[in-house]
């Protein structure tokens, strides 16, 4: 994190409590993911947070999967997030599970009943909301409240031991049904779950509520700063209470603005959604907002780091503009991402007076945002190249500075050539384009004398390689899909995927690196794709050169 900014809020209470003295001068925090989907980018940002912090103040972050709920927890889910925290950057002090702390959490559980603070209740969920009441109606206490702690003990321990079914009996504490906060009308700890466990196999039948498990494991870890997004701020009490009637390690929790971004969803459940019905080809699909799908798509690790620290932290909900996020992956990319050429829509053009076979080299810099330009790489050059059909216009405007009958521009890399001709096929389409090359013009040793405004890219016809290029866009229409009427989905853009599956490149690209950004020359940065063989290139668009998004609204 950078020094020179001003604090923000979670760091002035870190920094207050170092001046203290407080938890003997450590700071410990911790990321907690439940292990029932892939991380998207909104967990990105309390990665950043939390590994953030703990680096900033010498201090120490544990991974802890909540896998306290087994019908939708997978190893899989586990396997992903450990390593998108590695890409991300950061290691993790421990490897932790709350399955690690169910024996700790049953005696928990069985000392606040013998405190009379919990009770076996047989009510059904349905009986159980409707005595709770309303946020202006006090709930109302059922016979089971009254339950004598030894029987409570008895029902508990019979519960563990499987004697009966899902939804029989749960666990709730006993604590203020008029409270005005819902969550203090004795909340549930325990619920019953015949299911296997990912970890645990079938060694439990009873399973602890997020409330119940989450403050206690910070308190078995001895975390100094729970850090939660805003929507656990009315959890905050129970959090603090549960902890104070144990008598175990106080642990504190703070609570942040989540990460809400434009043309996206956030939901775990609206991007399982998508993925279920087939409006995304998988989890890690280039357009998902998940880690995994960012960096299939081509981001960086840096360039999310950045973009979380840019947004920085606050107290009070709001939306960001997906085009921060473009911005700082354009701001890593133009400085590392390697220049090659490749022809996403082509159209043959023929230099008339060129050998026709002759082949000659031309050097192209990798990366002239760099000193040294990072190496270079040698471009064939023949008589007939590619180039984009965008290129050439049959009567071209005023200020067009590109190709058209008597209009010249430079070759990228290489030569000045004038267009003398065209041909058309019998459906009226422009086929090949005739051009004069001036041999004095080779770029880097040009005396011709000769200025031109424009400069196209190409590829030469006989060394090119054939790619499949995906070009992705924004996945929904709309800046929040979330919150317009009706279901989400009828918001998705029809146009957030184009394949092209003839694209050109230059005979380079076919030893492309993977996880290696590629900026093609005029069209936008791109990577290789997962699935891409020796057989079939395929390359990913991460972003364009700029955006153009706002133009096409």
């Known amino acids: 994190m950078s020094e020179e900014r001003a604090l923000n809020f979670i760091e002035e209470i870190i920094e207050e409590d170092l001046a203290k003295g407080l938890n003997d001068g450590r700071v410990l925090t911790r990321f907690p993911p439940e292990p029932n989907g892939y991380l998207h980018i909104g967990h990105a940002k309390s990665i950043c947070l939390n590994f953030g912090l703990a680096k900033k103040y010498n201090g120490k972050t544990n991974l802890r999967f909540d896998d306290t709920n087994p019908t939708k927890e997978e190893t899989e889910y586990v396997d992903s997030i450990k390593e998108d925290v590695k890409w991300l950057g950061f ?25 009379g603070l919990a009770y076996v209740d047989d009510s059904t969920s349905e009986e159980i909301a409707a005595q709770k009441g309303t946020p202006t109606i006090p709930g109302t206490p059922n016979q089971y409240r009254s339950r004598s702690v030894e029987e409570n003990l008895q029902l508990f ?66 975390i100094t700063h729970s850090i939660c997004t805003l929507e656990f701020v009315p959890h905050r009490p129970l959090y603090d209470l549960f902890i104070k009637e144990l008598e175990i390690f106080p642990s504190k929790q703070y609570e942040f603005a989540r990460l ?61 503009d997906v085009s921060l996020l473009e911005f700082c992956i354009r701001e890593d990319l133009n400085k590392t991402a390697w220049r090659r050429m490749a022809v996403l829509d082509p159209i043959k053009l023929i230099i008339t007076n060129y050998p026709e076979d002759q082949t000659e080299n031309l050097n ?111 996945l929904f229409q709309v800046e929040d899909p979330s919150n317009e009427d009706g279901d989400f989905k009828e918001y998705l853009n029809p146009n957030s995927l184009q394949i092209l599956p003839n694209a050109y490149i230059e005979p380079d690209l076919a030893n492309a690196i993977p996880g290696k950004g590629y900026q093609f020359i005029r069209k936008g940065y791109f990577t290789l794709d997962k699935h891409s063989t020796t057989d079939k290139l395929i390359f990913n668009r991460t972003v364009g050169l700029k955006d153009g998004w706002t133009i096409k609204k």
């Open 157 to 222: 321990a019979e519960m563990r031991a499987g004697k009966y079914q899902d939804g029989d009996k749960v666990l709730r504490a006993k604590i203020d049904l008029s409270s005005p906060n819902m969550l203090l009308r004795d909340p549930l700890m325990y619920r019953i779950k015949h299911a296997h466990h990912h970890r645990t196999g079938e060694a439990w039948c009873i399973y602890p509520m997020y409330d119940f498990a989450h403050g206690q494991s910070d308190a078995i870890e001895k």
């Open 364 to 474: 192209g810099e990798n990366n002239p945002e760099v000193e040294g330009g990072e190496g270079g790489r040698d471009i064939p050059f023949s008589r007939e190249l590619w180039i984009e059909r965008e290129d050439f216009m049959e009567e071209p405007p005023k200020k067009f500075f590109r190709l058209g009958v008597g209009l010249s521009v430079r070759l990228k890399h290489a030569y000045i050539v004038k267009c003398e001709d065209f041909k058309k096929d019998a459906d009226g389409n422009v086929t090949e384009i005739y051009c004069t090359y001036i041999p004095e013009s080779k770029s880097g040793s040009d005396t011709s004398g000769i200025n031109v405004k424009g400069t196209i890219h190409w590829v030469s016809v006989p060394h090119a390689k054939t790619a499949e290029v995906r070009l992705y866009d924004r």
């Open 260 to 320: 809400n971004m434009t043309y996206t969803v956030m939901s775990k459940r609206k991007l399982m959604q998508l993925v279920a019905d087939g409006h995304v080809e998988s989890w890690d699909d280039p357009r998902m907002p998940t880690i995994s799908g960012l960096r299939r798509r081509g981001y960086t690790p840096g360039s999310i780091r950045e973009f979380c620290e840019r947004i920085g932290v606050a107290k009070r909900d709001n939306m960001i």
């Open 91 to 115: 290691e993790w002090e421990k490897e932790l599970y709350a399955s690690d702390y169910f024996e700790q959490l049953y005696n928990f559980a069985v000392k606040l009943i013998e405190k």
